[in-house]
């Protein structure tokens, strides 16, 4: 959504209640038939508000499913770059290369670090 597009979706609402109040003062001063115009005017700008609505949402729509399209296939890079992260923080802190292997169930009695705390 552009500021284009933003200024209208505010403008709309507001022109609609303008053109309501005319009715309101066509009516009162006896032009009834002025009044009625301006009440199909502000119906009209009532449903522009909505159909800029149903656009808005069918763009962002559209937008996502490009985007989807665009990218490559396989996981994010981004996640990917986490997943990573996490191992090397996993293997940087785990006691020992057969502890971090086995998830904690075993231990390399020769290297492990953590040789008392081991079950
Ligand atoms: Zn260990």
Redesign the pocket.
Known sequence: MNHLTRALAVLYPLAAAGLLRCAVISEQNGATGYGWFFVGCAVLFGLAVAHHAWHSGQLHADHARLERAARPPGPHPAALADEFAIAWHELET???L??WDSHGEQ??PDY???KDR?T
């Open positions: 785990a006691c020992c057969t502890g231990h390399d492990c670090t953590l081991t």
